[in-house]
Nanobody
């Protein structure tokens, strides 16, 4: 299983980025998919989640109204649209998938993509 993130980069405050997570050997529509982030010196934190059943989304309070998680089942890809970016959003962003359709349930992580918000 591989989760490959892309779309990170340097953006000015108030700007936007869209992160992508392409999954191989893992069906995103049947898995719990999330985005996490980790800033230097801080613990990894959950940013957004989309469930397997119903595609229900949930967000950290710090990103509500600014970030949107979505998935494209045909492309087996999960996205994180990030708008109104703030310097506090600077972090390494990781894609996470929990396989829920085969027992045992297994957690998978991508390698991360760096997002830097700075003027």
């Amino acid at each position: 299983v591989q989760l490959v993130e892309s779309g990170g980069g340097l953006v000015q405050p108030g700007g936007s980025l869209r992160l992508s997570c392409v999954a191989s050997e893992l069906t995103v529509s049947r898995s719990l998919m999330s985005w996490f982030r980790q800033a230097p010196g801080k613990e990894r934190e959950l940013v957004a989640t989309i469930t397997n059943i119903g595609g229900i989304t949930n967000y950290a309070d710090s990103v509500k109204g600014r970030f949107t998680i979505s998935r494209d089942n045909a492309k087996n890809t999960v996205y994180l649209q990030m708008n109104s970016l703030e310097p506090e959003d600077t972090a390494m962003y990781y894609c996470y998938g929990k396989r829920l359709y085969v027992f045992p349930f297994v957690d998978y992580w991508g390698q991360g993509t760096q997002v830097t918000v700075s003027s």
